[in-house]
């Protein structure tokens, strides 16, 4: 291990390094997680760092080792989201300049909570791949140092003081699964961890759109692209460091599709009550998809960031309560008389659901001239709830189809 870019020496000293700069959150188990997985769930909430996620550790060990001369020269960084936050808040703290590489894609809302923290904002490209050629000419232009996202031995072992705390906290773990992008957390996890309890497993979880690293383990070319909800892990290429650390160290990676992923978050939401983004979620979703894997074994989760889109996160909940069918779209065909929107509201309000949204049609050629459609969207209790609904309608003369929330159109379940 001594061999490797980073030692637990190297994390003790950013723990002491760091200690009065970060905060040492909580990790405690997760009873109704256990339920859901099959294991016994501890949480590492990551989420209640002051910028809401994981990054600051390695933000404030790198930009604390810096010399005098580099701090007057001021940092850069390229980030679309929480590395750029942690950077901003903790040169700020230190009185040192920070500039942003963004892409011109970010959406307002990150931009904003970065520049909240007094940094200079450039938003320029596509995506952050672009942003590095922009980094490395402000470099050239300014003489700026550069904290990378995790590409640096310091920027690891500021994360890796995650599985201090977390060993010390819940020292009877038998695994933990890290979210991983580039490699910088499950790099100091990995050698922190594996250190202090060497029986440890260390499993990486990874977007199914972004398997980068996998792929380098095996030899392979990264095939990576798409939309994913984890975009704070979707990295095209890992660290080298990292990978070589992984492959020491790491039982290997899993890979989770976009539904386990969005499931994940519901439940952290639900079942929780916590806010987690993407990569948050990742390893519950490892957890959720691999229940056999992990049964009975005591697993730490790390709820590595909680900034998540609230835009976002509202479609998430909608599509889950529709899953359940807590939440029901039906299309009503009727008679055209005065009156029929009120029986069909008093037949729903007796049997103690809620309507949301009503959309009264006549014009459509599938209905009768003298017909209508009633496409209403009702809150239900569950699906044998939403069953009794669609029964008092049709007991009362009316036809009733399901409307598919994925296919837009009318089911004939």
Known sequence: MSALPISLADIEAARDRIGDAVLHTPCIAAPRLSMLTGAEVFVKYENLQVTNAFKERGAANRLALLSDRERKR?????????????????????????????????????VAATQSWGAE??????????????MQRLVEERGLVVIHPYDDPAVMAGQGTIALEMLADAPGLDAIIVPVG????ISGVAVAAKAIKPAIEIHGVQSALYPAMPAVLDGREPECGGDTLAEGIAVKRPSKKAVEIVSALAEGIILVDEDSIEAAIYAFLSVQKTMAEGAGAAGLAALMSNRERFADKRVGLILCGGNIDPRMLSAITVRALERQQRIVSFRVTVRDRPGILGRIATIVGETGANILEVSHQRMLLNVPATGATVDMTIETRDEAHALKVRQALTANGMRVSRLDPVLSAESPV
């Open 121 to 134: 904002i450039v938003l320029e490209g596509e995506t952050v791949f672009d942003c590095e050629a922009v």
């Open 182 to 185: 580039g490699g910088g957390m």
């Open 74 to 110: 001021g940092v850069v960084a390229m980030s679309a989201g929480n590395h750029a936050q942690a950077v901003a808040r903790h040169a700020a703290r230190l009185g040192i300049s920070a500039t942003i590489i963004m892409p011109a894609t970010t959406p307002f809302s990150k």
